[in-house]
């Protein structure tokens, strides 16, 4: 069935890149997107990449898809400590649902 | 232009009861979809609505039902409310179904006690 899984966890110091993989299992995915989520807030669309393409950029975000793989990544450069939330991978698939990993909670370090 | 609103923001109930959950989507979005957030089960997908009728639907018990309006404002309802609901239910809106970009509400927070 359709998954997409995240690793749990990523810490970083401040001014350092950071690097959230996601991986999905729905070979007809047509979007990925990347969300963000702070405490008490709801989801916040960060970007998001159709999946006919590599690779999107913007400003310190960069988004990499490797659709053999079916990886997807999100690199924040110059991480900020604004920066420290939980970051979901999500895809559209096929059958037009949206399916989200558990999240990565990304701390950064002063 | 105004968000996505959800109300009310926080919500307690008793098992057993039932509850209704609003949300108002971007102006000029007709697809509404509904999400449920826990920290067990991350963010589980509910039903999407577009243009008054369910494009799709989670894997959620009956107790579950939504539904929207002309104005593509959208509702969702659950009854006979259970401890394992409580959740963060987040709203999001987009311009159609074919892939847009979600927009998500703040959420209204359900305690069921």
């Known amino acids: 069935g359709e998954d997409v899984e995240q690793s749990l966890f990523l810490s970083v110091r401040e001014g350092d890149s950071s690097v959230i993989n996601c991986t999905y299992t729905?070979?007809?995915?047509?979007?990925l997107y990347w969300y963000k989520q702070e405490p008490g807030a709801g989801l916040q669309l960060l970007t998001y990449i159709f999946s006919n393409m590599d690779m999107k950029q913007d400003q310190r975000l960069t988004v990499l898809l490797n659709k053999k793989d079916k990886h997807l990544s999100l690199r924040i450069a110059d991480t900020q400590t604004g920066d420290s939330a939980i970051y979901f991978c999500a895809e559209r698939s096929g059958g037009f649902k949206t399916i989200f990993g558990a999240g990565t909670r990304l701390f950064v370090k002063a | 232009k105004a968000g996505v609103t959800q109300t009310p923001r926080y919500l307690i109930k008793t098992r057993g009861q039932q509850v209704t959950l609003s949300c108002s989507p971007i102006s000029g979005h007709r697809s509404v979809s509904w999400y449920q957030q826990t920290p067990g089960q991350g963010l589980q997908f509910l039903f999407e609505?577009?243009?008054?009728?369910?494009?799709n639907k989670g894997n959620f018990p009956g107790r579950f039902s939504g539904r929207q309006f002309s104005n593509s404002r959208s509702e969702m309802n659950v009854s006979t409310l259970e401890l394992g609901d409580s959740a963060l239910y987040l709203c999001a809106s987009s311009l159609g179904t074919s892939g847009n970009e979600q927009y998500f509400g703040p959420g209204t927070r359900l305690t069921v006690t």
């Open positions: 729905d070979s007809s995915s047509t979007y």
């Open positions: 609505y577009f243009s008054e009728t369910q494009r």
